[in-house]
């Protein structure tokens, strides 16, 4: 299940230990899902994870997700961390 998209050509060491974050990320985020029902992607990130964690890294693992079948987007929406509408995912139905 896990997602990692080496758009910065790791390679070795480095993408190995990428794939691993990547994937206890995933599973992270899925399981705060399977905990809230549903979030936005700046909620997860904010409950979820901490500064070290970029919030583009959240938004990727739910788009995963979503793509795989284990979330699907809402038509509900929340102000976000930086004052813009974001929607709000589930788990699927």
Do not use: P, S
């Given at each position: 299940m896990s997602k990692f998209y080496n758009t910065i050509g790791l390679t070795?060491?480095?993408l190995r230990?990428?794939?691993i974050r990547s994937g206890t990320q995933?599973?992270?985020v899925l399981s705060y899902f399977r905990i809230m029902g549903e979030a936005s992607p700046s909620q997860v990130w904010g409950d979820a994870f901490d500064e070290a964690t970029p919030l583009t890294s959240v938004r990727r693992q739910i788009t995963g997700l979503t793509?795989?079948?284990?979330?699907?987007?809402t038509?509900?929406?929340?102000?976000g961390l930086y004052g813009?509408?974001?929607?709000?995912?589930?788990?699927?139905?």
């Open positions: 070795g060491k480095e230990d990428a794939v995933q599973e992270v793509l795989d079948g284990y979330l699907e987007k038509n509900d929406k929340i102000e813009l509408d974001e929607h709000i995912w589930r788990l699927a139905q």
